[in-house]
């Protein structure tokens, strides 16, 4: 499924990483301690290596207002990748 993520970072480091299916239909959020844990999952998801230096720069790029995410970055995740990044066991967020 295509999800656009979306990357804040606090300036204590917490990595926060938002999740929306390209339809809109589903969101999830999930918090990592910091962006090098992110990195660490990503390394291990099967992801080609473009789309995971792209992911990578956008978390390490983050810094900012926790309202104004770090924009978007669109990628085709599998069920297995989302349980992986801990975006599947993540907060689900319902409008």
Known sequence: M???LAFNKTMQGTLRVSATTVR???HVLAIYDNDE???RLLEHSELDAETIGSLKGSAELAYGSQNTPTCCEEVELT???LNLLRLGEAKRLYA
Do not use: I, N, P, V
Request: glycine share 8%; aromatic share 16%.
């Open 2 to 4: 295509l999800f656009k």
């Open 24 to 26: 809109g239909s589903d």
């Open 37 to 39: 844990a992110f990195t």
């Open 79 to 81: 069920e297995a990748q």
